[in-house]
């Protein structure tokens, strides 16, 4: 049973780096096959999915957000974190950590379904 917990701070000033770790438990980030992505969810939107760091360390990010985000991994520590530059109100939603045991086709758009495990989320403000 993998347990995902996000931390980070809930504020962010805009041109600032948005910085978020993933704290995973119950499982090893290493393990093969599962993948670690980073999901955001703007008020009154959609399932946006950000990108992922898989078992090997292999990343891929959503084309629209490539340019500003980075996605790594502490194995020691068994965590993960997403760093999103250059951040502005646009970029305000909840965050969350999520994971499933396999590849999945990236889509913009996802579902909770999508993922056996999610972290509960965790608001962050983009405001001067």
């Known amino acids: 049973q993998v347990q995902l917990q996000e931390s980070g701070p809930g504020l962010v000033k805009p041109s600032q780096t948005l910085s978020l770790t993933c704290t995973v438990s119950g499982g090893s980030i290493t393990t093969s096959y599962y993948y670690w992505s980073w999901i955001r969810q703007p008020p009154g939107k959609g399932l946006e999915w950000i990108g992922y760091?898989?078992?090997?360390?292999?990343?891929y990010y959503s084309p629209s957000l490539k340019s500003r985000t980075s996605i790594s991994r502490d194995s020691s520590r068994n965590q993960f974190t997403l760093q999103l530059t250059s951040v502005t109100p646009e970029d305000t939603a909840v965050y969350y950590c999520a994971s499933r045991p396999g590849y999945l086709l990236f889509r913009t758009t996802v579902t909770r379904a999508d993922f056996g495990s999610w972290g509960q989320g965790t608001q962050v403000t983009v405001s001067s």
């Open positions: 760091i898989n078992y090997s360390g292999s990343t």
